[in-house]
Every structure is written in structure tokens, then in C-alpha cells.
């Protein structure tokens, strides 16, 4: 048994250490849908980082939307400062979709803010990310996963 929680802790500390070093909240992000295809195909895992460095256009983010749990990977179209406070506000838009993600964003939303992006790609690793694709969208294998490990640590001798 000590053996998970060390397994289990561990992974704690390493995410928390990926946070702190990457800036970003969600270090480590799956792609779960075609919209930025041919560039990432859904299942991939994304390494984002961010930094103070303003946002441009062409830079791939992650971000939140007000009123959605999943977060979002599209590509920033344009980039708006404003005049009276320099802030930096995006419009983005996945690679294959044929429109902006206006519709996508919260009711009246026209721009995204800093607060609303979680980081930028710096890094991919293709096709990884289905594990967690199935678990999502067929619990039962989530299920059967988590009774075959209790199986283990029941019938494991230390």
C-alpha cells in the first residue's frame, strides 16, 4: 500500500513543480477535438508555459471561457491593445474551423483577456493524451482500470 502513495504523491509534487516552473496553472493539456488539425490531431498533450512576454498573433494558447469546465487550444488570430491601459486582449480561431471562436465565448464576449488564458504551446507530444479520451468518454474502462488496481494493491504482499 505504501507504495501508491508514494506513486500518487509523487505525481503531486511533479505537477506542482511543472506549475512553478512553466507559469501556468494547467501545465499539461490534451487536444479533444479536430479543430486545430493538421497541426494537432485530438488525443495529442500539449506542454504549455506562460510568461509575461506580451501575446501575439500566430501563438497557439490554451484558454478558459466563463461558464465552460474544458479548456480551449486555438490559435490567436488578432491581437487588440487597448490605449488606456496597454492591456493585450485576443480573438482566436481553431486551424480548421472556418469562422472565429466569437461563439464560442461567454454571451456578448467580443475579445479574450489575460485572465482568461491558461498558456501557451510550447510542446507536443502526439496521440498520449487518448488514455485519458477513453476514460473520459467510456467509463467503464476508468472502472475497470481502478478495480484491477484496488485487485493489486489487495492481493500484493509487501
Known sequence: MGWIGMIVTSALIIWKALMCITGSESPVVVVLSESMEPGFKRGDILF?????????????VVFNVDGRDIPIVHRVIKVHERQDTGEVDVLTKGDSNK????????????????????????????????????????????????????????????
Open 99 to 158: 469562422d472565429d471562436d466569437r461563439v464560442l465565448y461567454a454571451h456578448r464576449q467580443l475579445w479574450l483577456q489575460q485572465h482568461h488564458i491558461v498558456g501557451r504551446a510550447v510542446g507536443f507530444l502526439p496521440y498520449v493524451g487518448w488514455v485519458t479520451i477513453i476514460m473520459t468518454e467510456k467509463p467503464i474502462i476508468k472502472y475497470i482500470l481502478i478495480g484491477a488496481l484496488g485487485l493489486l494493491v489487495i492481493t500484493s504482499k509487501d
Open 48 to 60: 504549455l508555459h506562460m510568461s509575461k512576454d506580451p501575446i501575439r498573433a500566430g501563438e497557439i
